[in-house]
């Protein structure tokens, strides 16, 4: 009878990829041959291992082969056989990621004659290295003709041992970090550098990149580079010459010829501001570049400054996206996007800033004021840009040739009411248009009537900034709007204009507490005459305007006036007013929700009189809070069909504001505000779909509020006091 028994000799596994045999032999004194697998946590399964079986005659003996204990951590095949045969051992890669420490297994080889042999089978377990980069990221700050920043260092240290690492530089910015190595071993250190050939080449901006640290079995480790480059022009903005609409809104936009506004840093190294005509495309070093769909043109050039350029975009630029660079003396910004619209015409008005009265002419050419106004079935004349592109003329000449772009789909309204127009097209300067309508005859009259231009089709459209021009009835050479303001009117023989105006306000809200709130307001303002009339806030009834964002309470020059201690009364009650950080302005909050009931009342204003005001005490009726009777069905406003409020109650002979807001969004979301005026008598007004559709798509407000006829008062130092009280209602609206 043969004796079969297992002399092994165990060659273990180095973790290097090796495949180590382990030889049995059949002998009575042999001990069982171990297996050992070394495992570093987070790393690759070992490689399986082999022990090969034979007898000592060299006969066949047939055996079976099992993992008897750790069976689901190691396997071994086949799991039969006859001598000489080779078993393979292996490690179930599923289960390493439980594991929390070394593991030991059996293979049992059971032969036909002879006693069993047992083989050990260890993982040895080994926990990964952890490996640190310092810094944790990378910074670098060039000026444009400096010399390239200096390298900077990342030092690579591991625990657990010495490792193994590679490293790779990424950048959008191909080529512009480079690395003194791409493999080590910890301790070490990599020297990170900036591309000197790609760094001369990048405008001013802020730059990426990252550097990835990877070793065996150790997650990769990402370590940011970020470049700031300065020095060279920087376009920091663009906008229309004279709408200022905010980038960000639904009637942003570039019309070819218009003039346009580039602002910015480092624009030009010396100012020229000294227009000459034919415009030229490059004033002291500086020239502009637009681009698209492959093509390129040079603007023609107004002025130029360090923070700012007046140009003219080309009557060639194409509908759609472009890209807009300054070249300043050899240095070239980064590009700017443009967006470039068939029309959008922007208002000229007389603050220079976008808003309040059109810098406006009759048919003369003579200014509308309040003590020369329009008329019904007059022809009103507004300056501005973006009408269109005119193939006829060429962007630089005086004069321009006066070509009526009738194919050009220009419409206008004057208070709310369609004009028809006489003309739209370039005007005696390069890039500065007119649009030129009658005033309709049936048109509210007042001193604030609004006048704003619709581009394009009724249902796909772009809207002009908001502006207002004087209306009177006809034979009438002054405006008014005594229902809004008591006749507002500055003087025409002073130079400085001094005025003030109190306010008391209630609001009850639809879905804040406390449901009612309300201030008290005072203003007082020292203003040069031209100013006033230029931030002159009437509106006048049947009229809307459009805000996209805050004006200042006072105007260009206003100065604030000390009107002393101010307190106001109403059922018995005194409070004062709280004087604000910016002189000449006063305001409180009403105590309790009951302050004002909602039947109206009287509230008795009083003032001591400072340094700039005499004494004073007016009287101004708050009227009843009206009932806002669709306030349920305008929560949510389709922007592209503008919304009807309707409202009863309110008080006899006073008017009604219907306002609202919303906001964009994103990190830095616009907000534009809208108001318009109507007698409380209409029960209703429609706000037309040329508002809404400037409002960006979000959430906002939307207000009904009923105000009390103008109320003028008197003091000594003042030109001018007019008071008003309110009462509304508003609801939270989504903007769609």
Known sequence: MRRFSL??????????????TAVAQVTAQSNPATVTFNYQQGGPTPSPQTINVTSVDGSAINFTASVTSGANLFAVTPSNGATPATLTVSVNSSELPALKGSATGYVTIVPSTGLNVLVPVNLVLTTAAIVNVSPSSLTFNYKIKDPTPPSQTLTITSTGGSVAFTATASSPTTGLVTLSSQTGMTPGAISVS??????????????????????????AIMIPVTLTVTGGPQITGLLNN??????????????????????????????????????????NGVQLTVAANGTTWNPPLYYVTATQIAAVLPEATPVGTATLTVTNNGLTSAK????????????????????GPAAAFDQ??????????AHPGDLVIAFGTGVGPDPGNDDQSLPQHANNLTKVPIN?????????????????????????AYVPQNVSPGCGVSFVTQSGNLTSSLISNFSTIPVAPKGSDICSDPLISGNQTPPSGPNTYKFGS??????????????????????????PVVSYSASNPTLSLGSCR????????????AKGIDAGAITFTSNGQTITLTRGSIPGFYLAQLPTSSFISPTGGTVMFTGTGGTGVGAFTAMLNVPPLLTFTNQASVKTVDRSQGVTVTWSGGGSGTYVTISGSSTGTGSNPPTVSFSCSAPVSAGQFTIPDYVTRTLPPGTGTLTVENNSSGYTFTASGLDFGFGFGANGFQVTAVYN
Do not use: C, K, W
């Open 7 to 20: 002399l092994p000799s165990v060659v273990v596994l180095a973790g290097l990829g090796y495949t180590g």
């Open 194 to 219: 900036l591309n000197s050939s790609v760094l001369s080449n990048l405008p001013a901006g802020q730059y990426g990149g990252t550097i990835d640290v990877a070793s065996t079995g150790v997650p």
């Open 242 to 283: 004279f709408s200022y609409t905010l980038p960000g809104l639904p009637n942003y936009g570039f019309a070819p010829g218009s003039l346009i506004d580039i602002f910015g840093t480092d624009l030009a190294n010396t100012p020229n501001i000294a227009e000459a005509f034919p415009l030229t495309t490059s004033l």
């Open 336 to 355: 700017f996007p443009i967006v470039v619209v068939q029309s959008d015409f922007g208002i000229l008005t007389t603050n220079g800033a976008g808003s």
């Open 364 to 373: 003369n050419y003579v200014p509308l004021t309040d003590t020369h106004p």
């Open 412 to 436: 206008v309204f004057i208070g709310g009411m369609p004009a028809d127009v006489y003309y739209r097209g370039r005007n005696r300067y390069p890039g500065l248009d007119s649009v030129i």
């Open 502 to 527: 109190l306010l008391i306000s209630q609001i009850t809200y639809s879905n804040q507490e406390p449901p009612v709130s309300g201030i008290a307001q005072g203003l007082f303002f020292s203003e």
């Open 546 to 557: 459009v805000t996209q964002q805050s004006g200042s309470t006072t105007g260009s020059g």
